[in-house]
């Protein structure tokens, strides 16, 4: 007969069970709501809401021309996760100022609907990065899903509006100067471009062309480029970041973008061989600390997460496979500067979100 053996069962401290499973359900819940705002942003129903006071699921589904009984199952979700107030007398609900500030207000600095809309492409995508951690070849940035490319532009623009001219340029030494005197300007893995667009409508003297290996985010930077009404000096062409092509920028910028790529030590040279000798390289990198264990909050959670099915196979798609991460820290980015020969690298200023440094070569 042959022997059985025994399984071993793990002592459980039923308090610590208690405490974790109360977690789980939470991200169980955050999940699925994700989802609903995604929704909600497209079907108008938080547009709809704000600044309209209580208003029944009958009041809004007529308002958006959608279902009532499924409207009434959103707005009740959105209640549990505490996106509207619910009135048990009336059976209203109301959209409150400030989730209107990040929920239906698109210029808002808070704006949050672009974050879920690239986090549903993610698990519209899953297969393909499930697949990219067996095979350890990467998954590139172009082959994700389309809603990342928008919802990446959607999220990251507030952001943009509010720090870039305010905060960010008058934290470089001269640069604002420079740009209002008119300078020749490289926005580098520049996506739909938002930051490119920004700073051609703050400085109309300079002239700004805008780099990315995407086509499909080249083309669509081209359209919000002539929305905006800043073609006459920008433009943008389809590149890579270690060798686009121009000499003699005045400054050259890398947003978000550094980490994913798969040299960035050749995409750093590049950018100093590119500008004038009194030139600026700004680069705004995720906000980090050196060490996991100080990465280990809610920031550094949405960072990682993000890192492990974008930054991180983006960067082992490509040549070098570097993967330094969305989390990579000061100390590996200085370490990159310094290996590309820039002469000073600094932090300049930072966000809760960002790090942003100054490169002169």
Known sequence: MDSVEEVRVPSVDPQKLDAFLGRAVNDMGAAMSGLLVVMGDRLGLYKAMAGAGPVTPAALAKRTRTAEPQV??????????????????????????????????EDSPA?????????????????????????????????HHPDLFAGTYR????????????????????????????????????????????????????????????????????????????????????????????????????????????????????????????????LVEPFANDRVEDNLNPVGRIYYSASAVICTPASLSQEGAAGLGAQAGEARLRDVATRAGFRTFRRATETPFNLIFEGRP
């Open 155 to 282: 999220f990251f623009r507030p952001g943009y509006n509010a720090n870039l001219i305010n905060a960010w340029i008058p934290s470089m030494e001269g640069l604002d100067a420079r740009l209002k005197a008119g300078a020749h300007v490289a926005d580098v893995g520049c996506g739909h471009g938002s930051s490119t667009v920004i700073l051609a409508q703050a400085y109309p003297k300079s002239t700004f062309i805008g780099f990315d290996y995407h086509a499909a985010s080249i083309d669509a930077a081209r359209r919000n480029a002539a929305a905006a009404g800043v073609e006459d000096r920008v433009t943008f062409e389809v590149a890579r970041a270690q060798d686009y092509p121009g000499r003699d920028y005045d400054a050259v910028f890398f947003f978000d973008c550094l980490h994913d790529m798969g040299d960035p030590v050749g995409a750093a040279r590049h950018v100093r061989e590119t500008l004038t000798p009194q030139g600026t390289w700004m």
């Open 111 to 143: 704006f949050l609907p672009g974050f879920f809309e690239l986090a549903m492409a993610c698990y519209k995508n899953e297969t393909n990065i499930t697949e990219a951690f067996r095979g350890g070849t990467g998954l590139g940035w172009h082959e």
């Open 72 to 105: 009434r199952e959103w707005l009740n979700a959105q209640a549990t996760c505490g996106y509207v107030t619910y009135d048990p007398e009336s059976q209203s609900y109301t959209l409150p100022d400030e989730q209107a500030f990040c929920f239906a207000n």
